[in-house]
């Protein structure tokens, strides 16, 4: 007699890796759950009370639990660099180094140890095996599709992947939860990064990185305020610029590390706020090579936001630059250019200009 396929599912204590867990034993597989915790300081985050949600649904399924930290882990791959991103002046998006660095290396290394044959999470988004290899495709639902944030994603890490949820929306994923008897069918979607919880930004910021407040001008240089320190602002942002006066409301639209100067602009569709093209870097194909140039692709240079039509001009092997159809707003550097035929997601790069 075969023995099941082992799959380790990566138990946040939220109800999409839940369901996940839950569908999993469904289908026959010989499930694991596994907590990963990626930050020493509970202050301000809920690991507590996840881990004891995430240890009270493998109770109700009946499945192994374990538990292990990988703030180790975390630190050196992923906030080494969302502190030197932020002082560089950009605004890095460390879910996607966490992604690729710790749910889909550290997680996927630590499963297979444990002779899993996969890993699961509860991420919407989905899988399609082809004789070319694996693709990685939008989740179903798109209001929750989280393949922006899988876009480093590579070959070796997607075959070894399941997303249980990516089929469903997120209703039918309560509903299941919920005629599951789960603990965790009604608890609210997390949001933010975990490091930060509750705490103000600035003030988080604040404890490793050095406050360099300077002038906020507009784009003829004229002073109309001071900014805190550039890493607390990004490009288009609105509320807290503290400039008061008549006129359309004002938005950041540059930041100059050399000679520290924020530029502000007024009016959401000032043109200091609209590119037609976008520079990236650190590129990463989900294929293992660039897709075929000749396209038609479309493009996010931000998750919350639609496709948008474009041109792709490879450069080198790790840079691009995207000309888009439309005007985009607000282009941010360190933030994530990422790639689309259709419902399949190429890959993509960090922005930088």
């Given at each position: 007699?075969?023995s099941k396929?082992?799959v380790v599912v990566g138990?946040s204590g939220?109800?999409?890796?839940?369901?996940?867990a839950?569908l999993?034993?469904e289908q026959?597989y010989?499930?694991?759950?596994?907590?990963?915790?990626n930050w020493?300081?509970?202050?301000h985050?809920?690991a507590r009370?996840?881990?004891?949600?995430?240890v009270?649904v493998a109770?109700v399924l009946?499945?192994?639990?374990?538990?292990v930290?990988f703030?180790?882990?975390?630190r050196?791959?992923?906030?080494?660099?969302?502190?030197?991103?932020?002082?560089?002046?950009?605004?890095?998006?460390?879910?996607?180094?966490?992604?690729s660095e710790?749910?889909?290396?550290?997680?996927?290394d630590?499963?297979l140890a444990l002779g899993?044959?996969?890993?699961a999470t509860?991420?919407?988004a989905?899988v399609?095996?082809t004789?070319?290899?694996?693709?990685l495709?939008r989740g179903r639902?798109?209001s929750?599709?989280?393949?922006?944030?899988?876009?480093?994603?590579?070959?070796?890490?997607?075959?070894?992947t399941l997303?249980p949820?990516?089929?469903?929306?997120?209703?039918d994923?309560?509903?299941l939860?919920r005629?599951?008897g789960?603990p965790?069918?009604?608890?609210?979607?997390?949001?933010g990064i975990c490091?930060i919880?509750?705490?103000p930004f600035r003030e988080?910021?604040?404890?490793?990185?050095p406050?360099?407040p300077?002038?906020?001008t507009?784009e003829?240089?004229?002073?109309v305020g001071?900014?805190?320190g550039l890493?607390y602002?990004t490009?288009?942002q609105r509320?807290?610029?503290?400039?008061?006066?008549?006129g359309?409301?004002?938005y950041?639209?540059?930041k100059d590390?050399a000679?520290?100067?924020?530029t502000?602009?007024?009016?959401?569709?000032h043109p200091?706020?609209?590119?037609s093209?976008?520079v990236a870097?650190?590129l990463?194909w989900?294929a293992?090579a660039?897709p075929?140039?000749?396209?038609?692709?479309?493009?996010?240079?931000r998750y919350?936001?639609q496709?948008a039509a474009?041109?792709?001009?490879l450069e080198?092997?790790?840079?691009?630059?995207l000309?888009?159809?439309?005007p985009q707003?607000?282009?941010?550097p360190?933030?994530s250019a990422?790639l689309y035929?259709?419902?399949?997601?190429?890959g993509?790069g960090?922005?930088?200009?």
């Amino acid at each position: 007699m075969m023995s099941k396929p082992r799959v380790v599912v990566g138990l946040s204590g939220g109800v999409d890796s839940s369901v996940s867990a839950l569908l999993l034993r469904e289908q026959g597989y010989d499930v694991v759950g596994l907590f990963m915790k990626n930050w020493e300081d509970d202050a301000h985050c809920n690991a507590r009370e996840d881990l004891v949600d995430a240890v009270s649904v493998a109770d109700v399924l009946n499945i192994e639990m374990e538990a292990v930290n990988f703030s180790e882990e975390y630190r050196e791959r992923v906030f080494r660099n969302f502190l030197s991103e932020y002082q560089a002046g950009r605004t890095p998006n460390p879910d996607i180094l966490c992604n690729s660095e710790i749910k889909f290396r550290a997680f996927l290394d630590h499963a297979l140890a444990l002779g899993a044959d996969f890993i699961a999470t509860g991420h919407y988004a989905r899988v399609r095996k082809t004789d070319a290899g694996h693709l990685l495709l939008r989740g179903r639902d798109a209001s929750k599709d989280q393949s922006y944030f899988l876009y480093r994603l590579n070959q070796a890490q997607l075959s070894r992947t399941l997303f249980p949820v990516g089929d469903l929306l997120k209703s039918d994923v309560r509903a299941l939860a919920r005629k599951a008897g789960l603990p965790t069918a009604a608890k609210k979607d997390s949001t933010g990064i975990c490091f930060i919880g509750e705490r103000p930004f600035r003030e988080f910021l604040q404890r490793y990185l050095p406050i360099t407040p300077g002038p906020m001008t507009t784009e003829d240089g004229r002073v109309v305020g001071q900014h805190q320190g550039l890493m607390y602002y990004t490009i288009g942002q609105r509320q807290g610029l503290g400039i008061g006066g008549a006129g359309e409301a004002w938005y950041v639209a540059d930041k100059d590390i050399a000679s520290n100067t924020l530029t502000v602009v007024q009016g959401h569709q000032h043109p200091a706020l609209q590119k037609s093209a976008l520079v990236a870097d650190q590129l990463s194909w989900i294929a293992g090579a660039p897709p075929d140039p000749a396209g038609p692709f479309g493009a996010k240079s931000r998750y919350r936001q639609q496709d948008a039509a474009c041109k792709v001009d490879l450069e080198a092997l790790e840079r691009m630059t995207l000309h888009f159809s439309e005007p985009q707003w607000a282009i941010t550097p360190g933030q994530s250019a990422v790639l689309y035929a259709g419902e399949v997601c190429l890959g993509g790069g960090i922005i930088t200009a």
